[in-house]
């Protein structure tokens, strides 16, 4: 309790977003089963926009299948940090296996820059409207409580193939978050979406970004392909949603 205070405190005193580049968070695409008949657009981000990556994992593309999901197999959301300073709230997602609050841009195009062979790909469900004040402390606040968590490890990622009634329910002070879990129970306890509206535990990203077993059309628009620059699309895995 005293940690969300602190942080909702400094969030008051903080100053606004640097002046960023209008280009610096990449283009999206509006159909992307077509690029060459549409023109990209400039993202601009928002607190809130969750965001999908994927690439081609042989491990994942088990575990997932088998859990009866698939592509993609890491999701985040955008949150502004103790600054102000967009950035993207994330359970794993690299080597460190933690949740962490790192800057947009950079985490854009880290993901973006995986090795070619990988065939890494990456969307954006941008929020309809923008978020009140008291949700956006309430996001940071959240995402500040989890920074530093560990990340599911290939043992916990079994629960995946549980039923969701086995499925242990999620809680706030838990110390090991699922990418998913993790970004369903932000938009939870940010009350982005209705509380009741679905447990965080039984979601995949593939739900996330699909409104498959739950359904947020109401708060996002449909997901759209990313890159960092409005040249031609690359090549996703096998499978995985244009």
Not at 72 to 101: C, F, K, M, Q, W
């Amino acid at each position: 309790m005293f940690a969300t205070v602190a942080v909702i405190s400094l969030l008051a005193l903080s100053p606004h977003q640097p002046a960023v580049q209008p280009t610096d968070y990449g283009w999206l695409w509006p159909d992307s089963e077509q690029p060459e008949k549409v023109s990209p657009f400039v993202y601009t981000p928002q607190e809130g926009d969750l965001i999908f990556f994927t690439t081609r994992k042989p491990f994942y593309v088990i575990t997932y299948g088998l859990a009866r999901s698939s592509h993609p197999y890491h999701s985040a959301i955008v949150v502004r940090n103790a600054e102000g300073v967009l950035s993207i709230l994330e359970s794993g997602g690299d080597e460190r296996n933690l949740v962490t609050v790192s800057e947009l841009a950079m985490r854009l195009n880290f993901h973006h820059n995986r090795p070619p062979e990988k065939l890494p790909i990456s969307w954006v469900r941008q929020i309809r409207r923008p978020l009140t004040a008291e949700q956006s402390q309430l996001l940071t606040a959240f995402a500040y409580e989890q920074d530093g968590k560990r990340f599911t490890n290939t043992r916990e990622l079994t629960k995946l193939l549980l039923p969701d009634f086995l499925r242990k329910p999620t809680t706030r002070d838990q110390e090991v978050w699922f990418c998913s879990e993790l970004l369903a129970a932000a938009l939870k306890w940010s009350h982005i979406t209705p509380a009741d509206a679905f447990e965080p535990a039984h979601l995949t990203p593939r739900d996330m970004m699909l409104d498959r077993h739950v359904d947020l059309r109401c708060s996002y628009r449909p997901a759209k392909r990313w890159s960092p620059t409005p040249c031609n699309l690359t090549t996703g895995p096998h499978c995985a949603p244009k």
